[in-house]
């Protein structure tokens, strides 16, 4: 079966401290890499998806990279509101997407 | 444009009882995912509908059931409430072959006592 591994589970930073998040897939013919915010109580808010390795997105202070088994979401200079549990989700052959456990960050001043 | 939108928020159980949870997807979206988030365990795969037929289901007991509707809105039904039943349900709506993922609502959180 198909596994999505999160690394750290959590992570603090200082303000401006920048650093990566990991996520590493099993599935062979990925169809789509997706990083998700989730804030406590909230259901997940979607940031992006990524296809094939070597590919890149960035959003604001946010920036996601796809490998061949690994994806990595990079935060520089992160801010308080930052703070979230990230999610990584894979999709292979069936449509929905399987689920890491997540990396609640928590940014203090 | 209005979200996926999930009622109630909130639902307290006893164990034993049978619980309901709705959720109405985007305009113009056909497929409904479910999913449970119970703590420490992630967001586990509950079930999919797409234009009215179940099309996917995860590893959990018949008890957890549901229908898509011809508005395509959907419904959970989760019978004879266990314990451990208590978590987040989340609702996400998507295109049939958007590639952008899902778009999740707000979840219901149930509570069994």
């Known amino acids: 079966e198909d596994q999505v591994t999160q690394s750290p589970e959590a992570l603090r930073l200082q303000e401006g401290e920048s650093s990566s998040l990991n996520c590493s897939y099993t599935?062979?013919?990925?169809?789509?890499l997706f990083w998700y915010r989730q804030d406590p109580g909230k259901g997940p808010e979607f940031l992006f998806t990524?296809?094939?390795a070597g590919e890149e997105k960035e959003k604001e202070r946010l920036k996601a990279t796809l490998t061949k088994k690994e994806s990595f979401l990079h935060i520089t200079a992160p801010k308080p509101e930052d703070s979230a549990t990230y999610l990584c989700?894979?999709?292979?052959?069936?449509?929905?997407?399987?689920f890491g456990k997540g990396t609640k960050l928590t940014v203090n001043p | 444009e209005a979200g996926v939108t999930q009622s109630p928020t909130h639902l307290i159980k006893t164990r034993g009882q049978q619980a309901t949870l709705r959720c109405s997807p985007i305009?113009?979206?056909?497929?409904v995912y479910w999913y449970q988030q119970a703590l420490g365990l992630g967001l586990q795969f509950l079930l999919w509908?797409?234009?009215?037929?179940?099309?996917n289901r995860g590893n959990f007991p018949p008890r957890f059931s549901g229908r898509q509707f011809p508005n395509y809105s959907s419904e959970l039904n989760v019978n004879a409430l266990e314990l451990e039943d208590s978590a987040l349900y989340l609702c996400?709506?998507?295109?049939?072959?958007?590639?952008?993922?899902?778009?999740f609502g707000s979840g219901t959180r149930l509570t069994v006592v």
């Open positions: 509908y797409d234009e009215g037929e179940e099309r």
């Open positions: 996400a709506s998507s295109l049939d072959d958007r590639g952008d993922g899902y778009t």
């Open positions: 989700a894979e999709r292979g052959g069936s449509e929905k997407l399987v």
């Open positions: 599935v062979s013919g990925l169809r789509g």
């Open positions: 990524l296809y094939s």
């Open positions: 305009s113009g979206h056909t497929s």
